[in-house]
């Protein structure tokens, strides 16, 4: 197994990153995993990423949830891949890069050492749910608009809607957003997997920018306020599907270590 393990964020959504080129990480240890991603008795992150080799492409990634478990596709965990990729020296970090990950192949660009940005895959209009709406961005996200964030109980109301019998069985994460006098979406996100609020969700701002647009808020580009930092969304509609969908924001190294086996 490669005991050394590299920290990075994405906008506050944080990741412990393994060079798993030589496919020696134990990857159905869910149990190890899910106590590297503790944060009282681990190393402590949001989720665990392999960097993998890919037959057809530059890369391969594979991410778990906290808890231990695969989870769908994750945006800031992707540019956080291609960081430590380029950090590792797996790849130069010049023109576009492509890696698989569980919901197909992604392409990705360096805007700068810190910025990023990852081409999603194509986004299908959004699906009224009771207050809110649902959207697959590669991941299963509700969105609902607020008229107040600060003091909202994510916790309290993102559990019981996770955990919907109209999400039932997989459950779906859930985004809470309302837009600011400036244009911007701020967004609060509870995660999947996590079962907590965390301080960005890639995927979610990428289906909360499509709802908006789905609102009549049509622009060219989608500013989105997590708690951790500022994203962007890109994307065009065709013929009801969202394509060329861009996630761009922040990906940068926080620290490395050993792990004691």
Not at 44 to 53: A, K, M, Q, Y
Not at 88 to 99: D, L, M, Q, T
């Amino acid at each position: 197994m490669q005991n050394r393990f590299y920290k990075y964020h994405g906008a506050g959504n944080d990741f412990i990153l393994i060079d798993d080129i030589g496919q020696n990480f134990p990857r159905t240890d869910h149990e190890m995993i899910r106590k590297m991603c503790n944060r009282h008795f681990g190393i402590g992150s949001d989720g665990l990423i392999l960097l993998c080799p890919s037959e057809k492409n530059d890369l391969g990634m594979i991410y778990y949830n906290s808890d231990g478990y695969p989870g769908s596709m994750c945006g800031n965990g992707g540019r956080c891949l291609l960081a430590f990729a380029r950090d590792r020296g797996r790849i130069s970090g010049k023109g576009r890069v492509s890696f698989d990950a569980v919901d197909g192949v992604h392409e990705g660009e360096f805007v700068s050492h810190d910025i990023i940005r990852l081409k999603m895959n194509d986004v299908k209009i959004p699906e009224k749910k009771e207050k809110g709406y649902f959207v697959n961005s590669g991941s299963p996200h509700h969105v609902e608009y607020v008229d107040k964030l600060r003091g909202l109980n994510v916790e309290k109301q993102g559990k019981k809607l996770r955990a919907h019998k109209m999400y039932a069985p997989e459950g779906c994460n859930i985004n809470f957003i309302k837009e600011e006098k400036n244009g911007s979406l701020s967004i609060r996100t509870y995660e999947r997997g996590v079962e907590a609020e965390t301080l960005a969700c890639g995927t979610g701002a990428v289906a909360s920018a499509i709802v908006h647009y789905a609102s009549d808020h049509k622009k060219d580009a989608y500013e989105i306020n997590a708690r951790g930092g500022k994203l962007k969304i890109y994307f065009r509609k065709n013929h009801g599907i969202f394509s060329d969908v861009w996630l761009e924001g922040p990906a940068v190294y926080v620290f490395e270590g050993e792990i004691k086996e």
